[in-house]
């Protein structure tokens, strides 16, 4: 088991002491079974209708709604983490920024005791579907981003 399989029952459990009946979608490699020693752990939190969390926590901030930010380090993995109420998530999945769902419609259900999270993963799966190219065309920007920022890390690296 990777360090990151071990890690996410601990993650579930602070997700959980934020608010009790929230969705837990892991993204990303770790979802996928696909991390690398490297690779970090992304989560969306999905709260209740406009449930939005009473406190604001070290994993849920004004900074993170719906858009993964670095939340935490366990172990030496980054703990990326994003968040959204379950109405502003459907409005989502129902309108044109269905298109930036796609790390989320790839997603693995964690928790979700208010069955919030698992209809709204549904919407995103089945979207998808129909639209491979959209996924494809993610994928692209997402891996030349990643060689850009690699790019940039090596160059910085040879003037130091």
């Known amino acids: 088991m990777s360090v990151h399989q071990e890690i996410i029952p601990h993650l579930l459990e602070v997700c959980i002491s934020i608010h009790d009946r929230c969705g837990v979608v892991l993204i990303g490699s770790a979802a996928r079974g696909a991390e690398r020693a490297d690779s970090d752990i992304d989560l969306n939190i999905i709260f209740p209708a406009d449930e939005a969390p009473l406190r604001r926590s070290q994993y849920v901030d004004d900074d993170n709604r719906w858009q993964l930010k670095i939340k935490d380090r366990i172990r030496g993995v980054r703990i990326d983490?994003?968040?959204?109420?379950?109405?502003?998530?459907?409005?989502?999945?129902?309108?044109?920024?269905?298109?930036?769902?796609?790390?989320?419609?790839?997603?693995?259900?964690?928790?979700?005791?208010?069955?919030?999270?698992?209809?709204?993963?549904?919407?995103?799966?089945?979207?998808?579907?129909?639209?491979?190219?959209?996924?494809?065309?993610?994928?692209?920007?997402?891996?030349?981003?990643?060689?850009?920022?690699?790019?940039?890390f090596l160059d910085a690296a040879r003037t130091d």
């Open 81 to 152: 983490v994003a968040w959204e109420t379950q109405r502003a998530l459907l409005d989502r999945l129902h309108g044109e920024d269905i298109i930036n769902c796609w790390p989320f419609s790839s997603g693995r259900l964690l928790h979700d005791p208010a069955h919030i999270a698992g209809p709204c993963l549904q919407i995103a799966k089945q979207w998808y579907r129909p639209h491979a190219e959209v996924a494809e065309r993610y994928e692209t920007e997402c891996a030349k981003a990643k060689e850009a920022k690699l790019r940039r």
